[in-house]
């Protein structure tokens, strides 16, 4: 639609600009509320960088999956060269966990006051995504249809997956404000209810169910077995493991003999 914009004197593409800027808004966001941790500021941007660099590398080596099973199927060996936010979250939460995973309570603290913001870096994103046409729905005649272009400049009417996506990842970050709220008056003011690492696996919960219900409606999904692509498998997947952990860490802090405000309960996952 609008894979270039000027700026005065510069030319900037559109994907690459609000991505940018998403990251930029995410990310002071995330070490403006970790700034709230009684930790010295230089942790704090430790930590944010660390993620954002892990995220990073996260985001196209995602792509090793569907570049195995194309070998596999084809014996063709060529790299898959697509971006995948699955990639993003999975890099950046590795490596706050690895920082942290021998103090659960603060790692479930971090996680929590860090990892929301993160929702908006798709809520920005998606514009870029909308500009230059990826990430596009699939031709409908659903009244939810819009006349928009593919990657390839096909336009067509579709469903305008980015910007619906936007609004689910910008009705996510609400949602985790309005639990972290709650948690505040239930948990006390670090908001750990009912344990540390809660609202950062809701987070992760919530993101996995809409790009899940999202891969249904996208034209560009990588097939992996009949209707079902590479990001129905990990969303599954994520959607499982949060539950694990959230039924574990529930049961955990209602033992009598277990602290109220208990870590997240990773520590075992983990080699110590």
């Not at 960088?49 to 084809?74: D, E, H, K």
């Not at 003011?189 to 987070?203: A, E, V």
Request: glycine share 12%; charged share 15%.
């Amino acid at each position: 639609m609008f894979p270039t914009f000027r700026l005065g004197p510069w030319e900037l593409q559109t994907y690459s600009t609000a991505y940018a800027a998403g990251l930029i808004l995410a990310g002071m966001l995330a070490f403006l509320r970790l700034r709230q941790l009684p930790d010295p500021p230089q942790r704090h941007m430790r930590d944010v960088l660390a993620a954002i660099a892990a995220g990073l590398v996260g985001t196209y080596l995602i792509a090793v999956f569907p570049t195995a099973q194309r070998f596999i199927q084809t014996g063709e060996l060529a790299w898959v060269s697509r971006a995948s936010f699955i990639g993003t979250l999975a890099g950046g939460t590795l490596a706050v966990v690895l920082l942290y995973h021998r103090n659960p309570a603060s790692l479930g603290r971090r996680l929590d006051r860090g990892g929301p913001p993160w929702a908006l870096l798709l809520v920005v994103g998606r514009i870029g995504c909308l500009g230059i046409g990826c990430c596009g729905g699939r031709i409908t005649e659903s009244a939810l249809a819009m006349w928009l272009p593919d990657e390839a400049g096909r336009w067509a009417m579709r469903y305008p997956t980015q910007i619906m996506s936007g609004l689910a990842n910008l009705l996510i970050f609400g949602v985790l404000l309005a639990v972290e709220r709650y948690g505040q008056k239930r948990g006390g003011k670090d908001g750990t209810w009912p344990f540390g690492g809660f609202l950062f696996c809701l987070y992760i919960g919530l993101f996995c169910l809409e790009r899940f219900s999202m891969e249904w409606l996208r034209a560009d999904a990588t097939p992996l077995w009949g209707p079902l692509s590479w990001a129905h498998l990990v969303t599954l997947a994520g959607m499982g493991a949060v539950a694990a952990v959230i039924v574990r860490g529930v049961r955990k802090a209602r033992r009598p003999e277990a602290p109220q405000r208990s870590g997240l309960p990773l520590p075992g996952l983990l080699p110590r």
